[in-house]
T-cell receptor, first 111, second 115 residues
């Protein structure tokens, strides 16, 4: 089976930088995605890493190390609206749209 | 383009009843996946459909079933409801082949409460 581990909660202040780590154990790993979910809302896609390295999208960056089975989401210049749950998800090397999600990290941004 | 829509948004049922939830994917998306989200269990994969065929199924009992129609709309059914089925049910669609690198677009979910 697959398993993912990410911290359950992270707290930071506005303007700061925060890193949310995700470690995974799976066979047939294909890629790692990150999703954001505001309270009461639907998960929305943030980024995808299929290869090792850093992907940058505005204030958000995501990193993957396949050899370490590890990735992280980096959020810079934190804003109050970034308070949400962040999920990492692994996709497998199969031709099927199935993802295994971590339990999520609740980020609280304080003024 | 319109996003993923799910109906109904809220539902209250009693134990033993059955329920059918509906999901309309983004136009042009052929892959639809269903997830159950609970506070203690996170997002759990239920099943995935592509071109009216179930390609993958998660570890849920046979009371959970689904189908996909020729227009890619999908329904999931839960029979003999139990209290533990209370959850947010999310549907996600992805483009064309629904391969592992395809981004999933989630609907707002159906909040099911079983009394």
């Amino acid at each position: 089976g697959q398993s993912l581990e990410q911290p359950s909660e992270v707290t930071a202040v506005e303007g700061a930088i925060v890193q949310i780590n995700c470690t995974y154990q799976t066979s047939g790993f294909y890629g790692l995605s990150w999703y954001q979910q505001h309270d009461g809302g639907a998960p929305t896609f943030l980024s995808y890493n299929g290869l090792d390295g850093l992907e940058e999208t505005g204030r958000f960056s995501s990193f993957l190390s396949r050899s370490d089975s590890y990735g992280y989401l980096l959020l810079q210049e934190l804003q109050m609206k970034d308070s949400a749950s962040y999920f990492c998800a692994v996709s497998l090397n199969t031709n099927a749209g199935k993802s295994t999600f971590g339990d999520g990290t609740t980020l609280t941004v304080k003024p | 383009k319109a996003g993923v829509t799910q109906t109904p948004r809220y539902l209250i049922k009693t134990r033993g009843q059955q329920v059918t939830l509906s999901c309309s994917p983004i136009s042009g998306h052929r892959s639809v996946s269903w997830y159950q989200q609970t506070p203690g269990q996170g997002l759990q994969f239920l099943f995935e459909y592509f071109s009216e065929t179930q390609r993958n199924k998660g570890n849920f009992p046979g009371r959970f079933s689904g189908r996909q129609f020729s227009n890619s709309r999908s329904e999931m059914n839960v029979s003999t409801l139990e209290l533990g089925d209370s959850a947010l049910y999310l549907c996600a669609s992805s483009v064309l082949a629904g391969g592992p690198a395809d981004t999933q677009y989630f609907g707002p979910g159906t909040r099911l409460t079983v009394l």
